[in-house]
């Protein structure tokens, strides 16, 4: 597939000029982590199917990943070939990753809890030529679903299945040939080898429209991010990065993917969250680092286990996705001895604000950082003119690590001619140049970090045989952040219940994180004058309900 890069020219001359851009691949940075340290462990993967612990030196990950990409070569995988994933967190994915930017393919990262609709536009938009899907992941079958989707996707040519045993297993079309004696390793990877200006990661974020949008990095977006994001939280090569959030979400992929092997160190992987299982692997693995939404932080805090194990090696707890309860905070670093940090992001940016090391407590609690390195925030008013501290508007972000461009669709790319990107967030900056994000005019919930795209669900609900109108809008929780309550209005002489709204989302096959949680039935919606349903009322009603 031809990408077509939305960032202008002189822009890209910029950030090359001035350094913000490494112009390196992250597979250079595997390079030299094997050159310098290859015993050190790369990958250490816990695997809840089994109970199993894997472990790869850089030696025999390098290894690994050489020989994925020799054997993507040869089942026809080239330059600017979509390869898709939809994997829990197994080193799996962190080879499939290098193995693509070895040879110029792009990584489609696909949540787990994606089903039948979204995969079908998914990795339809997205024309994947190859997709990687687990055997079975909490009880669901993939190679199932995946075979009931195959029809409507005609560039879809090939599906490895990891912990498969048939011909399109993981292990038999890969890990057990020795791609590399068959294919001249040096000629083929010399021909395929990308620039750090080639996208290299499609990832969807759920938007306004009822559709994800498919976000378009480069390696030069990506790792320009991690340079000043390693600095800002003042890591080093001696640190290891515990990632218990998806790989398939930009932090997981940036931060638990990609941050380690640009150290050189190494990544541990839980892939299914478990709080007394993360506190045993810290303790084990002598983990530093971590990055999690607040649900996270809170669950770890307040797991029994933390008297079971020490947990002195973790020094830094980094939340993004919601608002740290100054309580959390404050408990998190008497039982854990960590120090929390806040930190704000897009899948179009990264990190992009963080609070720093050492920050006074009103700065961590009351604020979600300032800017890292090469990146800036700016808050404007409805006709982009900037507002004084203090006041509330639209935040903007330019710099490095901004994305360039959605997948075809250039239209919504919402970055001016000065590089200001439209977040669609509204925000707060303080006179020492910290943010505070106030509000979203997206029309999103975001459940325990997860984006939940409302306007894509309030579609399939208004086509219920009994729902006149519909519409959803978050309500507190003080575990997740928000969830969602679903109003609605019947059609005359219908009902309809709670379960009967969940019944029928599920035989639409939308992913579970999606269900509104709880269910309102309204005689009429407030709306303003010219008919549009009036939101902000119903969330006022909505802050009143628990779930």
């Known amino acids: 597939m031809a990408f077509k890069i939305q960032t202008p020219p002189d822009r890209v001359d910029s950030f090359l000029k001035s350094g913000l851009w490494p112009d390196r691949l992250l597979t250079d940075y595997l390079d030299g982590a094997v050159s310098k340290n290859p015993a050190r462990s790369a990958v250490i993967g816990y695997d809840s199917r089994t109970g199993s612990r894997t472990v790869h030196s850089y030696q025999e990950f390098n290894t690994i990943v050489d020989r994925i990409a020799l054997g993507l070569v040869s089942h026809g995988i080239g330059p600017g070939d979509v390869v898709a994933m939809q994997l829990p967190n197994y080193w799996q994915f962190n080879a499939l990753h290098l193995a693509c930017v070895r040879i110029g393919a792009v990584t489609n990262p696909l949540m787990p809890i ?36 195959r029809a409507d996707l005609p560039a879809l040519e090939h599906v490895f299945v990891v912990g498969g045993d048939g011909s399109d297993a993981f292990d038999t079309c890969f890990m057990d040939r020795a791609w590399e004696t068959e294919l001249d390793r040096e000629a083929v990877f010399a021909k395929h080898k990308p620039s750090p200006n080639d996208v290299s990661l499609l990832m969807y974020t759920s938007g306004t429209t009822g559709q994800p949008k498919g976000v378009m990095h480069t390696q030069n977006t990506l790792i320009g991010n991690i340079v000043k994001f390693v600095e800002r939280v003042e890591l080093a090569p001696s640190d290891t990065v515990l990632m218990a959030s998806p790989l398939a979400h930009l932090t997981g992929f940036l931060y638990g993917l990609m941050m380690p092997i ?101 700065k961590i609690f009351g604020s979600d950082g300032a800017p890292i390195e090469g990146m800036e925030v700016r808050i404007v008013d409805e006709t982009g003119n900037p507002l004084p501290a203090d006041t509330e508007g639209q935040l903007q972000v330019r710099g490095m690590a901004n994305f360039v461009g959605y997948l075809k669709k250039p239209e919504l790319f919402a970055t001016d001619a000065d590089g200001w990107f439209e977040t669609g967030d509204l925000a707060r900056m303080r006179a020492d140049g910290y943010i505070r994000i106030s509000g979203r005019s997206k029309d999103v919930i975001i459940r325990g970090g997860e984006n939940i795209p409302i306007v894509e669900v309030e579609g399939v609900l208004y086509r219920h045989p009994a729902i006149q109108d519909a519409a959803i809008v978050a309500m507190p929780d003080d575990r997740l ?67």
């Open 114 to 149: 994606f089903r039948h609709r979204e995969l079908r536009f998914m990795l339809s938009f997205g024309e994947a030529k190859a997709v990687f899907i687990s055997r079975d992941y909490r009880g669901f079958d993939y190679p199932d679903m995946i075979a009931e989707l």
């Open 262 to 362: 640009f150290l050189g160190g190494p990544s541990v992987l839980m892939d299914i969250w478990d709080p007394a299982e993360a506190a045993r692997i810290i303790e084990a693995e002598k983990a530093t680092f971590t990055m999690a939404s607040t649900p996270f932080l809170s669950d770890l805090t307040e797991t029994p286990a933390v008297d079971q194990f020490d947990l002195q090696s973790l020094h830094t707890f980094l939340t993004a996705g919601a608002p740290i309860p100054r309580i959390l905070a404050e408990r998190a670093a008497e039982r854990l001895g960590v120090m929390v940090n806040a930190a704000w992001g897009m899948t179009e940016n990264g990190g992009v604000t963080t609070t720093r090391p050492g920050d006074t407590p009103d």
């Open 481 to 547: 952040g928000e969830r969602g309550c679903a109003f609605v209005t019947l059609k005359p002489d219908n009902a309809l219940t709670f379960d009967d709204m969940i019944g029928y989302l599920t035989e639409q096959k939308m992913a579970i994180q999606y269900f509104p949680e709880r269910l309102e039935i309204v005689d009429e919606m407030p709306r303003t004058p010219s008919g549009k349903i009036q939101k902000f009322r119903l969330r006022e009603i909505a802050e009143t309900f628990s779930v």
